[in-house]
């Protein structure tokens, strides 16, 4: 059996959706918080249900005990670690959230794993926050990381810390997964490219943080579900036990191309308000993904040109259907 934390999440909906289509056993736990719409948790939900081999697990993985009564430890083959608390500003506001969810989350996962006599390994996500602000890449697995540009970015990093001791320690073998902004359908309504597509649909203005030069490496999340799901079969060998993927597109888009894209699908354009970057923005992300495709063929090759569209086509489809 595998678990999945943050199942009714996006990256964990489309996890488990691929998992459970290879035929796995998936305990999702999710503690469905509001920080989005919780419909759309639902919503994703309603499908994973559906689905043979599905089981819907309502807790709080912050709260160890709430975890080890609601999972069957003896039963634990692979643990994939998705929820967090998300989103670099919001961190800003609530930052006893990403303590909670992020830190004492991410401890109580590794515990889990300590406790389950079957497991094989651990995957877990952090982030491509942890380079902090570069204006130079690609950046790779190998480059320092000790410049958190935000305390969300911290708390990931603290995250791949806390791993690499327990690896060391108790010998828990982990991936750890460097994202770079995952997009697609069913995706978050707290992201940019929510957003955008959103305030377009409607003739709203859009406004650009870092007057619209920022930019991101755009990963279609479709392109990352197969990686992930080959990182299940295949366990850390004793040589590296706990290695660290970027798992990015790695090819980088501004801000302004990503409403270019949006504009012309939606068929209008909008004004644009410049405004200055965000306390925790960082200037541009661009993954090297050598490490992932040599070990696990990880080949992206959904650029923002097609990725969006369909982002587009689920959206507008979503918005008729959920009120
Ligand atoms: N989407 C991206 O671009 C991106 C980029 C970098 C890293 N990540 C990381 O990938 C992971 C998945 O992100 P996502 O985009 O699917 O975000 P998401 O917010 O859609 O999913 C996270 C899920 O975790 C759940 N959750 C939060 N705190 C919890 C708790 N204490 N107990 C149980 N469940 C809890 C939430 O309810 C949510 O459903 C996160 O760890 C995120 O930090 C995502």
Known sequence: ???????????????????????????????????????????????????????????????????????????????????????????????????????????????????????????????????????????????????????????????????ESYSRLYGIKQYGLRFFTIYGPWGRPDMAYWLFSEAICEGRPVQLFGEGLLRRDFTFVGDVAPAILAMTTQAPGDDAPHEIFNLGNSKTSSVLDLIGVIERNIGRTVPHILAPAQPGDVTSTCADITRARARFGFDPRVGIDVGIPQFLDWFKHYRQNID
């Open 1 to 163: 059996m595998i678990v999945v934390t943050g199942a009714a999440g996006f990256v964990g909906f489309h996890i488990c959706r691929a998992l459970l289509a290879a035929g796995a056993d998936v305990d999702g736990l999710d503690s469905l918080n509001a920080y989005y719409d919780v419909r759309l948790k639902h919503k994703r939900l309603e499908i994973l249900n559906a689905k043979q081999g599905f089981r819907f697990i309502h807790c709080d993985i912050s709260k160890p005990a709430e975890v080890r009564a609601a999972v069957d430890t003896n039963a634990i083959e692979v643990i994939i670690h998705l929820a967090a608390q998300a989103g670099v500003r919001h961190s800003i506001e609530a930052p006893f959230a990403y303590e909670e969810a992020n830190l004492r989350g991410h401890l109580s996962m590794l515990e889990l794993a300590r406790a389950a006599p079957r497991l094989s390994h651990m995957l877990y996500a952090s982030s491509s926050s942890v380079y902090g602000d570069r204006a130079e890449g690609p950046f790779r697995e190998t480059d320092r990381c000790d410049h958190p540009n935000s305390l969300y970015a911290a708390t990931k990093r603290s995250c791949e810390l806390l791993s």
